[in-house]
């Protein structure tokens, strides 16, 4: 995403006081897990050399794996939203993971991931604290569910605020609305009328 800040005076807005270039330079690593079950953190990882290799990365043509496709997208998406929205800035500089891999730092996300413990295939996402990376089972890479999930991480590395009790339920509450604008304006087919203001309606799960 690329763009100018432009300045002017107030008395008079012919004049501009000052020209910013605003570059963001989204960089993006979305990792097959082949459905691996993961028993500790770091099989979780997505990055050259580890558990989680690279099925494509920034600038790469698409995978045969649909749901690495929809994260490749959908990261973009909810960097675009967030560049174009708010001051959060460049969603990589903010919430991306460098792993010293060669990968340099950015958003990175696991698919088709299992959980030791749970039923594989796994129908659930999260954002990781510990990895700053997102974790998808199977079938649950929709918009609203990445940028629900990745305002976990802008949540976590801006105001902090702590996963329980009324803290907890605003920090919830805006994962589901950016989430929900993220959806809203990336012009996604399944964002009907009817689906309005629900989450997850384009996956495996089913709107909830």
């Not at 999260?126 to 949540?155: K, R």
């Not at 805006?174 to 929900?180: A, T, V």
Request: with cysteine; proline share 2%.
């Amino acid at each position: 995403t690329s763009g100018y800040l432009v300045t002017v005076s107030a008395t008079n807005p012919s004049h501009v006081l000052a020209n910013t270039p605003t570059t963001f330079e989204i960089k993006r690593v979305v990792c097959d897990a082949k459905r691996y079950k993961a028993t500790v953190d770091a099989d979780l990882k997505c990055g050259t050399g580890l558990r989680n290799v690279p099925a494509r990365t920034e600038g790469q043509a698409a995978s045969t794996i649909a749901d690495v496709n929809s994260v490749y997208n959908f990261f973009g998406d909810t960097s675009a939203f967030y560049a174009a929205n708010t001051r959060a800035g460049d969603l990589t500089t903010l919430v991306g993971a460098n792993y010293n891999d060669g990968q340099g730092k950015a958003i990175r996300g696991s698919v088709r991931q299992c959980i030791s413990g749970d039923a594989c295939p796994y129908t659930n996402a999260f954002w990781s604290d510990e990895l700053s990376a997102m974790v998808y089972g199977e079938g649950v890479t929709t918009d609203d569910i990445t940028g629900h999930e990745l305002t976990h991480g802008v949540t976590a590395k801006t105001n902090g605020l702590v996963y329980q009790n009324e803290a907890g339920a605003i920090n919830e509450s805006m994962s589901d609305i950016f989430g929900e604008l993220v959806d809203l304006g990336n012009g996604s087919a399944d964002d009907t009328a009817a689906n309005r203001w629900k989450m997850g309606e384009g996956s495996s799960l089913g709107a909830i």
